[in-house]
């Protein structure tokens, strides 16, 4: 937070000045709110958002059950995946601004998250096909942490792009309606992950019952059947939410011409 507030702080000149205060009803409230948000490249956003946190959901719900049981993975092991998020960062911020610049926020978010997405489920993919090493093999955990950083780079690169997307319906937004509305989109978009979420928690405990996968015991000790049965339905949940995830993002609308219009309009509207 300090480092956040400490680099942007010189641009506090530049912002915008607040819009003087007047007295608002309700009714006036929820009208700005839904003529802000009515637009097709929003509800592709807040679309892609709710398949996302349904994902994440799924995912969070389950990766305990994929790394130690399916996988095999020790605590040690486990902590050396979670703390390579740090190394899986740096590349994000390494290739993100890059990747946007060449190919445009959305076909780089596109094509980042056709990878991001696929990358790990390949692997619980080769492993029912009985391509993988087995566990236990000394050649398992180094090639998974491997693909689990170079796989978390990339979604941190989508979902970064996908923040930014959002920052350009501000000014899509300002050039229809005359307001900024920062709080109100991100809030939106907030809102609809923390609502669905949970539904990917319920998703995944079904998964589980489905796989009839045991209670109270060991990793290690789970019949290979079970195990086979919660990656060839975990596969198949996770992977089709992303997918309709990556479908909604391709109906966003704002690419750099159209953003770099608005701001030419708005920058003529506070010259005059």
């Known amino acids: 937070i300090m480092a956040s507030s400490l680099g942007t702080h010189s641009f506090i000149p530049n912002l915008k000045m607040a819009p003087p205060k007047t007295k608002l009803s309700v009714a006036r409230i929820y009208k700005d709110i839904f003529e ?16 996302g946190a349904i994902g994440t959901g799924v995912a969070t719900g389950l990766s305990h059950y994929i790394n130690s049981f399916f996988w095999g993975f020790s605590t040690v092991q486990l902590g050396q995946i979670s703390l390579s998020v740090a190394l899986s960062a740096v590349i994000a911020l390494t290739i993100t601004p890059i990747l946007s ?40 955990f180094p090639m998974m942490l491997i693909i689990t ?9 989508y979902q970064t792009l996908a923040t930014s997307m959002i920052a350009d319906l501000v000014e899509l937004s300002e050039v229809k309606t005359g307001r900024r509305s920062e709080g109100v989109f ?13 539904f990917g928690i319920v998703m995944a405990t079904t998964i589980l019952t489905i796989a009839n996968f045991p209670v109270s015991v060991a990793p290690g000790s789970v019949p290979d ?11 198949p949940a996770v992977v089709t939410v992303w997918m309709l995830m990556i479908l909604c993002i391709s109906f966003y609308q704002i690419d750099r011409n159209k953003h770099n219009a608005n701001l030419a309009i708005l920058q003529r509207n506070n010259t005059r």
Do not use: E
Request: aromatic share 12%; with cysteine; glycine share 6%.
């Open 225 to 235: 059947d079970a195990l086979f049965r919660l990656g060839a339905l975990y596969v």
């Open 149 to 157: 950083i170079i796989d978390v780079s990339l979604i941190i690169a």
């Open 101 to 140: 610049k060449r190919f445009g926020k959305k076909r780089a978010a596109i094509t980042i998250g056709l990878l991001a997405f696929t990358i790990l489920p390949a692997m619980i993919v080769l492993r029912l096909l009985g391509i993988m090493p087995d566990n236990g093999d000394p050649r398992l």
């Open 36 to 51: 802000t948000l009515w637009n097709r490249s929003f509800a592709a956003l807040f679309a892609a958002a709710l398949f």
């Open 186 to 198: 991100f809030a939106s978009m907030t809102f609809v992950k923390k609502c669905v979420q949970g």
